[in-house]
């Protein structure tokens, strides 16, 4: 029983999806403590890391949903950025140290949109040396720190939309601010096409804003700030998108009969029946998610299940 004058708990929040319009200045993680709290368990994760420079979608798991985060962090991302032309950075974003300026002003918008071009469909891309990525058993971004020189090989992604919204003078004599938005698939870094735009424009390039306004099905238009979250009532749980709405959100579904529920629910696979293809929810007769499915060997097999029999 609580002490008379303490603050209630929060009731602990049920197993769901939340879609944060993350800020400014925070890391993924940050948001991660704070949702910690707000939902009263430590069983929180997210799909996919946003620096602490970019705002917006960030999608996150609550309870048995944290199960669902390796499959929704796999979706494409759709971003709103500005790449300032005229100026080299470590990081290849505004927060990193600069390492080269040249004259930018006389990049056209017909070279900028060229420079674009080239970097739209199915490319190989060299990730920042400060991303995520483990050389030798560490972050790349912590060698960099550490004073290493770090190469990171180029892996193959896909930048299936990169338009040019507006290109007008920077902050500074000589720069070129360009407004671009951009739809990739996961894995693609939005700093990498600000530093390969410039580089390829021969004056050099780096991101200078960045907000996510999509990660699969998740858009603005369903986000919570922390502050609205945070202003729920305290004696009720923070309202969370069911695991169910959140499967039917990103994959297609399958709608079960009860006796196909107890046999996934015993993890058990089903034969294939209206010719699935990928990772498919399967929805129980009750609306509830059962499991997520794979065809495999001609047969729906359970890779994640959620209800058992």
Same mark, same amino acid.
């Given at each position: 029983?609580?002490?008379?004058? @303490?603050?209630?708990? %929060?009731?602990? @929040? ?6 944060? *319009? ?6 993924s993680?940050?948001v991660?403590?704070?949702? #910690? ?14 620096d ?27 971003? *709103?950025?500005?790449? #300032?032309?005229? =100026? ?17 002003s ?12 080239a970097?739209?469909?199915? &490319? ?5 040396t ?12 912590? #060698?960099?720190r ?51 735009? !410039?580089?390829? /424009? !021969? ?8 907000? %996510? ?33 959140? @499967? ?34 399967? &929805?129980?007769?009750?609306?509830? /998610? =059962? ?13 994640? =299940?959620? @209800?058992?029999?």
């Amino acid at each position: 029983m609580p002490t008379e004058g @303490a603050p209630a708990r %929060r009731p602990t @929040a049920a197993d769901g999806v939340l879609v944060v *319009d993350k800020p400014a200045a925070w890391t993924s993680h940050d948001v991660v403590a704070r949702l #910690r709290r707000l939902a009263a368990t430590r069983k929180v994760g997210h799909a996919g890391t946003l620096d602490p420079m970019a705002t917006g979608v960030l999608v996150v798991g609550i309870g048995r949903a944290t199960r669902l985060l390796t499959y929704l962090s796999g979706a494409d991302k759709a971003y *709103d950025a500005t790449i #300032r032309l005229g =100026v080299t950075t470590l990081t290849d974003d505004a927060e990193g140290e600069v390492l080269a300026t040249a004259d930018a002003s006389a990049v056209t918008r017909e070279a900028v949109e060229a420079g674009v071009r080239a970097l739209t469909g199915d &490319i190989l891309q060299v990730p920042s040396t400060v991303s995520a990525i483990k050389v030798a058993g560490a972050r790349a971004y912590a #060698r960099v720190r550490a004073g290493e020189a770090v190469e990171l090989a180029a892996r193959p992604v896909t930048v299936s939309r990169f338009d040019v919204l507006a290109v007008r003078p920077g902050s500074a004599g000589g720069e070129l601010d360009v407004d671009v938005s951009v739809v990739c698939s996961s894995g693609t870094y939005v700093r990498a096409l600000a530093r390969d735009l !410039g580089a390829s /424009l !021969g004056v050099g390039g780096h991101l200078t804003a960045l907000r %996510r306004t999509r990660v699969g099905g998740f858009g603005l238009d369903v986000a919570r700030t922390l502050d609205e979250l945070a202003a729920s009532p305290e004696d009720r749980p923070i309202d969370v998108l069911p695991l169910a709405d959140a @499967a039917r959100a990103t994959f297609p579904a399958r709608e079960l009969t009860s006796a196909e529920t107890v046999e996934l629910g015993h993890g058990r696979s089903l034969p294939v029946a209206g010719g699935e293809e990928g990772t498919t929810a399967a &929805i129980g007769p009750d609306g509830t /998610l =059962v499991a997520l499915v794979e065809p495999r060997d001609g047969r729906l097999r359970p890779v994640v =299940v959620f @209800a058992t029999a």
